[in-house]
């Protein structure tokens, strides 16, 4: 039998993942993921682990209004307001996509910029304001966050185990940064999947997820494995055209609710 063996939400794009037991949904995927970011002040271009692995050791916790807490070792944390609808708009960049989101105010900047070690500003966006999905995939209306290109991403526990075994040590899945993982499918049963249904809520199974450098980080001390593990496996025995292919991109269609331990149905 499959079952929804783990949930994982990001309220900040590359930010430290919060394990939960339960967890709604919307149009944007799971309730608050990913809907803050850092953007450099200057070209409001986004941050991410790639290029400031530190952002692995920043905890970022929702709060029930939609807010957000930050904290991190030595920091004071620092509790920060969902913005208003008059709040200030800045122009962001994220991969393609340019779209004008509100900023979390100078308090957040300056704690951030600190944090980070250069001038940066904390943004936010709204249903309103989401982005589309990448284009050629899923539906047309189809919509994400600051997610790099879909809502959801799934992973089964077995095809970590599976490359736990190719690598030769254990791994961490939030290395992998999913939203859902599945237990009871055989390794990689998930790439034959197209739609799944978890409790009442039906998801299209849209797009491999091509990995990157950001798999070899530690998400406990934010340090880069000198052997580019389990990057350099991946990329031996799961490259395609895009890349290496770890996990599965979802789009769930309607809204409802998530928790650990309910049954998974292969749909088709």
């Avoid at 970590?160 to 499918?185: A, C, H, T, Y």
Wanted: net charge negative; glycine share 10%.
């Amino acid at each position: 039998m499959l079952r929804l063996s783990a949930l994982y939400r990001y309220p900040l794009k590359s930010g430290k993942g919060e394990s939960l037991q339960s967890i709604s949904l919307d149009k944007l995927g799971l309730d608050g993921d990913r809907r803050w970011m850092l953007v450099d002040e200057a070209s409001g271009r986004f941050l991410t682990q790639r290029a400031v692995a530190q952002m692995s050791q920043l905890s970022a916790l929702w709060n029930a209004d939609g807010g957000l807490t930050l904290s991190a070792a030595g920091r004071t944390p620092i509790d920060i307001a969902l913005p208003t609808r008059d709040a200030e708009l800045r122009g962001v960049t994220i991969w393609r996509d340019t779209l004008r989101v509100p900023d979390a105010g100078a308090e957040a900047a300056a704690w951030v910029s600190e944090f980070i070690g250069k001038p940066t500003r904390l943004v936010q966006v709204p249903l309103d304001r989401a982005r589309t999905t990448q284009s050629g995939y899923g539906k047309d209306d189809d919509q994400v966050a600051f997610a790099d290109g879909f809502p959801l991403l799934l992973i089964g526990q077995a095809s970590l185990e599976d490359l736990s075994q190719k690598v030769g040590r254990p791994l961490e899945m939030l290395r992998f940064r999913p939203n859902l993982v599945i237990e009871g499918s055989e390794a990689y049963a998930e790439d034959g999947w197209k739609r799944i249904r978890i409790g009442d809520v039906e998801f299209r199974v849209v797009k491999s997820c091509s990995r990157c450098i950001l798999t070899t980080i530690d998400p406990q001390t934010g340090e880069r494995s000198e052997d580019r593990e389990p990057l350099a496996t991946l990329q031996k025995y799961r490259s395609e055209t895009d890349g290496a292919m770890f996990g599965q991109n979802l789009v769930n269609d309607g809204n409802g609710q998530l928790e650990v331990g309910m049954p998974v149905t292969i749909l088709e």
